[in-house]
């Protein structure tokens, strides 16, 4: 081997040469936008709160520093720290003012995550050590046109165990040259003092790496293996066709083969709707992060479920960021409504009776969370019947006077007393009470939030922030000490899916607990603790069914905070393929699902004072003489509102086919004849 031969040198390309990533080099990008605005969003001007269009801003700003370089004669390069420095400036973060200690730590803190991400992303070719070991040459070096620092290039080439085969190199942020213009092979052949017929480069690029090589003279090889160089179109593809990759990969998940027994319908259906569920638990991660909640409070009883996929999804690390710690809370409508009140009077209890505005004093008495005999005599002196409801309660002059009675007042507020303490100890066992101004995040499945109301007027020292589902348009005035934050669809911002809310009690169904509904609470041994009703019919349904559905979304966790983190989706990108799915629940129901729905009681203490059963019916006959008696078309339309979910009702396989047909022609009927009545 001649002295020329001796000193060949062998640059290699990083990108799709060396190193390959699971997804779009842009999703890198997409991450690091995703984890400023989850960290600073509060920072940012409203209309720059949105991943994609931090992202785009960045783009913007490497734009710009790279024309700057190249009016300065350099070429169109720039480094990741500048970029940071000018993006922050474009987005509008000017809370941290440039050069200060603060904009520095943040720029350091935005570099790591970068490089974690590439880490975590990226892997070693398949091939090309194989490639490499068979071209002899003295040194081996990477050479990559690229924003990152050599040093960090190192650090990655490390991460995957590549540093033996290419200890050192170049990156042209460092230098202002890139391989484009092929300044960058001539700047590395004059620092190691070497011919171009000396040199010898590979790379992916038939440009960059081929083309401007040899019309330097430089031996260029061009690296692109059919199978991986597939996989880098299909990321393209994916990345350029967000929605449709979430529902391939949806479709995907859903018709992979499950080992062993064959599963449950239920725990199929699971898997098919997992990502409804796993979307809304990264609404509230990132918005918890960005509220800076110093702890969450999972509501019972949706919430136990809540609570498990939040656990399970948080040790995935979807987004990089750790979200705040997260216990569960035994609370109830029925158990914090009392305890919130100042006092019984009409302007107190119109936070029930403006949901509630037909009510019974036994349903009042319920809602209270008290026995009715004590008021037995008070009620009978004013000619009031404790089962007859009263419209418009706090207008009606009997209930007016029965409330503003001396031993009526006495015995209530006693009772409101009794309440609160008992609720105030209960707080106090998971670490909440008044004598510390927290910032506390609660999440339920949502429709109004009125628990989490009653813990605000309870607790006013506390901020409060609510994460729901769905929220429906409030009823009552809200706390200051309040916001909520809805994920699904937020009347109280506007109508779009109004629809979502017309039948929620499937969702609450999917959702439940076999422990039972809080109803109060006593003081034990161990201190104040949850008195919780368990129903056996509600537990066999949950057994059966419900179960078994959520093993299957908790089963797909894994696979979904994988896709997450490597693609970076947020909540918001995974919104319009979840609410195909809460449409297909509602509108296309499995059989198991309906069956289910329509076995059960669902509790309506609060407010209605007693349960709905779903299972009650009315007669073919009822429904085939509705369109011509008005008895009957008023019993049908009573029970139409019962059951509150139509689509059920038709998939249900325990109702028969003549009484569905029988229906199916009713509603057709009555919507005709109101359409005509509306003309």
Sequence with gaps: MNQAQRRTVLTIDIWDTLLRRECHPDCVKLHVSRYLLTLYGNLLPEEKRDAWTLMRQRQLAEKHIGSEAKNAGLDDEYSLLDVYDRWLDLIGITQITRGSPQRSALIESIASIELEQEQRVTYPDPTIRTTIEEIEVEQRMFLSDFYMPATQLRALLDHHRLSELVPNGWSSCDIGYNKRSGRLFTQVQGELGIQPQQHIHIGDNPNADVFAAKKLGIEAIHFQPQAEHNKRLQHARAFNARQAALEKASADWTNETVQGETPHPAYQYGRQTSLLWIGFILHIMQHAITDKVEQLFFFTREGEFFHRLYQKLAAEDPIGITPPPAQLLEVSRIATFSASLKQASSDELMRLWSQYSIQSPRALFASLDIEPEAFQEAL??????????????????????????????????????????????????????????????????????????????????????GYYLA??????????????????????????????????????????SPNGSVTGYQRTARGVQAIRLVDQQENRVFEESIRHYQAGVIDSIAFWARLIRIQAYSAQEIRPCALKMWHGIINTPPAFLAHAYFRLNHNETFGAGGFSNKAQSVSTWDILRSPYSTKHRARTRDYLREIGWLPGLYANPGISTSFKLSLRMMVKMLWLRNRLLRR
């Design 471 to 512: 929220l429906n348009r409030f009823l009552n005035h809200q706390p200051g000490n309040s916001s909520k934050n809805a994920w699904a669809t937020n009347l109280n911002v506007n109508n779009r899916f109004a629809e979502l809310l017309d039948s929620v009690a499937p969702f609450e169904m999917l959702c439940n």
């Design 380 to 465: 009978d002196r004013l000619g009031m019947d404790i089962d007859t409801p009263i419209q418009l309660p706090w207008k009606d002059p009997r209930m007016q006077n029965f409330l503003q009675q001396p031993e009526t007042q006495q015995r209530l507020n006693a009772h409101l007393g009794n309440k609160r303490e008992q609720l105030l100890g209960y707080l106090q066992t998971h670490g909440i009470d008044s004598d510390s101004s927290r910032n506390l995040g609660i999440v339920d499945i949502g429709w109004r939030g009125s628990i989490q109301d009653n813990l605000a007027h309870t607790l006013p020292e506390i901020t409060w922030h």
